[in-house]
């Protein structure tokens, strides 16, 4: 079998978090209810005029900034004229001859490699209404009309499936990151076109390109691209390159499959011209720098620092940065002086855990930050056990009461080393036979003197601190 080199390009396409739609003031959210978020701009209503929504274009600049993009000095839109249903006005506001940014690159993580992603450019557009398809009839829903969306294109650099994948997920990380979008799969806040082609080892010309459009999943991402690889190359092992052409396909979630939709032999001329509604405005310097000001820390740096800082493994710190609020939660312990490895070892065992099993958000989780660290004092103190901590932690939340309210001299934890001692002396007085036994290599005679001390003390001896002084006593 001849070996071919996998080249893809990606189209990601992100809704943006704002009050109002890009270029009306209906209202941006999400809304089960059709045609409830509208207004007579989305709708394209005859003497309608658009205005720009400025938080939309200042999370584009942002965005840009974060992916190292060339950003224009002046900020302008572009019609894309082309017919459709979802498109009510006949055209789309979008940016063709000068984006928001351009000629951008970023850094993704793979497993053993750091791979650099270019990016062609990032524009800020509108956009188009739903459609419902059934038996007899299709629906337009006008909510999405107008929305502000964020599509990112990027060069064809990407080598395989993983590499996409991981791609996509670190970009709605970023925009997750930056507050600019919630990047929500499952409410259509993320689609993405993919393009694959495959060639020669040898050859220096791209292969045919072939177009995947709207996916609307990362896993479906990851399937297109290795279906679509096998179909290519085994099209051109049987000798058929001709059946390679340039066209448009859909993935088939129920077969794993994409499917042809139509040919695309030549680019689609879309009489691209320059918005005329929209006067074209100059993004200053000092904008621009005002917004840097407030660029957060991300995630890969996030990821360096807990790592090469806080010695956090590499295991822990990915589970921690993969989420917004995980992270926030962990910089939050941090900032109250709680011991890095004990607070990630908190936020994963037992919140993520917590978390899942109820199906709830952090956000709602009743032990924030300052409430574990009236856990975590009295445990780095040594003044409770960790079975202790989980028993307080559970029941903290059991009665949605402050860990304090659990905490008392009843049950803290004895860490007095002459009281311990005493107490471990007087066992041993009355254990000769067994003292013995432990001298002549009964060493697992040890774990009896620690049962010993526990019961005496009813669990509140610190464990630690007990093995010590046996350790000493029985050299």
């Known amino acids: ?16 978090k704002s009050n109002s ?52 000095e002046y ?37 053993g490699y750091t791979k650099e992603v270019l990016i062609h450019d990032i524009h800020l557009e509108e956009d188009s209404a739903s459609l419902d398809h059934y038996i007899d009839a299709s629906l337009i829903d006008y909510n999405r009309a ?53 060639m020669n080892e040898d050859d220096r010309e791209l292969g045919t390109k072939v177009e995947i459009k709207n996916v609307n999943s990362f896993q479906n991402v990851k399937d297109a691209i290795n279906y679509e690889i096998k179909r290519q190359t085994e099209l051109k092992d049987a000798g058929r390159y001709n059946e390679v052409e340039q066209e448009t396909r859909r993935f088939d979630e129920e ?20 918005e005329p509604n929209i006067p074209k405005y100059r993004i200053t310097n000092e904008w621009i720098n005002e917004i840097k ?58 919140i993520i855990a917590y978390l899942n099993k109820n199906n709830i958000e952090l956000k709602d989780f009743y032990l924030q930050p300052i409430y574990l660290k009236q856990i975590i004092d009295e445990l780095t103190k040594g003044n409770i056990s960790s079975k202790q901590a989980k028993e307080i932690f559970n029941k903290s939340l059991e009665e949605n009461k402050e860990p304090k309210e659990f905490i008392s001299k009843d049950n803290n934890q004895i860490s007095d080393t002459n ?24 060493t697992n005679i040890f774990d009896y003197f620690v049962g010993q001390v526990m019961k005496e003390t009813r669990g509140k001896a610190n ?13």
């Open 255 to 274: 077969s794993g499959t994409t499917i042809r939709m139509r040919s695309k032999v030549d680019a689609i001329d879309y009489k691209y011209f320059v």
């Open 419 to 442: 009281e311990l001692t005493n107490i471990i002396s007087n066992i041993l007085s009355n254990n000769e036979e067994q003292i013995t036994l432990y001298k002549n290599g009964r």
């Open 75 to 111: 900020m302008y839109f572009d019609r894309k004229n082309y017919y459709y249903p979802d498109l009510p006005k006949g055209y789309q506001i979008t940016q063709m001859h000068d984006p928001v940014g351009r000629n951008g690159k970023i850094l993704i993580d793979m497993n």
């Open 146 to 198: 107008g929305v502000p969306l964020l599509e990112l294109v990027t060069e064809p650099c990407l080598d395989n499936a993983e590499e996409a994948v991981a791609f996509l997920e670190y970009m709605r990380l970023l925009y997750q990151y930056l507050g600019i979008s919630d990047a929500d799969t499952k409410m259509g806040q993320i689609r993405c076109d993919v393009n694959v082609s495959i």
């Open 293 to 350: 000001k407030t660029i957060p820390m991300l995630p890969r740096e996030r990821k360096q620092k807990y790592i090469n800082e806080y010695h956090l493994s590499e295991y822990d710190t990915n589970i921690i940065i993969k989420n917004k609020e995980y992270a926030n939660y962990f910089e939050e312990c941090l900032n109250l002086g709680l011991d890095a490895k004990i607070s990630a070892n908190y936020l994963i065992v037992n």
């Open 1 to 16: 079998m001849n070996k071919y080199k996998t080249v893809i390009g990606l189209e990601m396409h992100c809704e943006l």
């Open 21 to 72: 739609k890009v270029f009306s003031p209906a209202k941006n959210s999400y809304s089960e209810i059709p045609n409830f978020n509208i207004s007579e701009i989305d709708m394209a209503f005859p003497g309608i005029l658009p205005s720009v929504n400025k938080e939309s274009v200042r999370s584009a600049i942002m965005a840009s900034l974060v992916l190292n993009c060339q950003i224009p």
């Open 463 to 475: 464990p630690t601190l007990v093995k010590e002084i046996l350790s000493e006593k029985l050299k």
